[in-house]
């Protein structure tokens, strides 16, 4: 592990359930973020943390909501999702937000919506 | 915002060959360029990184070389061994972290 913890690591949904994927650092960093990762396509910013606070929305939809309860943990609430949503979820934390850091990366949520 | 073109796409060498892959990006305040090794199933890792004021940086058997001037910046990776097989991102940071599209380096033994 190195140090920024995923769960779940697979999830399947139906289009009307909600759920939540969880994403947990103790690196001590103050910078968390969630990032899309389809299948030929960049790695896509969804949110962006900083001190729990939200400093980016990515133009991301509705169905997406995150939450930020402290520097440690962040969660990513889906609800009616479409099937298009199927990705790798990743969380990743940083020292800061300052464009000098590179991101830890957790393992990722395999998300499939059926 | 920021955009990165990566390239090629998919990369195959022989062992013991040399690989490059190749980045462009728009924004000009960009000074900070990582990359990334994603192995099959698991989590990108970050295998090096340059600051633009460097334009040149070698850990082992890979280096990174910045072009600022151009907007490009490249991997090299020497002596390729099949456990370097994996999908290779580049990263330009300026804003914000945008990532390229990868690059499947595909090492044959």
């Known amino acids: 592990e190195t140090g920024v913890t995923q769960t779940p690591r697979h999830l399947v949904m139906g289009m009307t359930n909600k759920k939540s994927l969880k994403c947990e650092q103790h690196?001590?960093?103050?910078?968390m973020y969630w990032y899309k990762q389809s299948a030929k396509k960049p790695l896509e910013l969804m949110f962006v943390?900083?001190?729990?606070?939200?400093?980016e929305n990515n133009s991301v939809p509705s169905r997406f909501s995150p939450e930020c309860p402290n520097s440690s943990h962040l969660f990513l609430h889906l609800h009616t999702l479409q099937p298009e949503d199927s990705a790798l979820y990743l969380c990743?934390?940083?020292?800061?937000?300052?464009?000098?850091?590179?991101?830890?990366f957790g393992s990722g949520t395999r998300l499939t919506v059926v | 915002g920021e955009n990165v073109e990566q390239h090629p796409s998919t990369l195959s060498v022989q062992e013991g060959d040399s690989a490059v892959i190749k980045c462009t990006y728009s924004?000009?305040?960009?000074?900070?360029f990582p990359w990334y090794k994603q192995e099959l199933g698991k989590r990108p890792q970050l295998i090096i990184d340059?600051?633009?004021?460097?334009g040149e940086k070698k850990d082992q058997r890979i280096a990174v070389t910045l072009n600022k001037t151009a907007k490009h910046f490249s991997l090299h990776i020497t002596e390729t061994q099949p456990e370097d097989s994996a999908v290779y991102f580049c990263?330009?940071?300026?804003?914000?972290?945008?990532f390229g599209a990868g690059t499947r380096l595909t090492v044959k033994p």
């Open positions: 924004d000009s305040a960009s000074n900070y």
């Open positions: 690196l001590g960093h103050n910078a």
């Open positions: 340059i600051r633009s004021n460097v």
């Open positions: 943390y900083n001190f729990k606070e939200q400093t």
């Open positions: 990263a330009a940071s300026g804003n914000d972290m945008r």
């Open positions: 990743a934390s940083s020292p800061a937000l300052s464009m000098n850091y590179g991101y830890t």
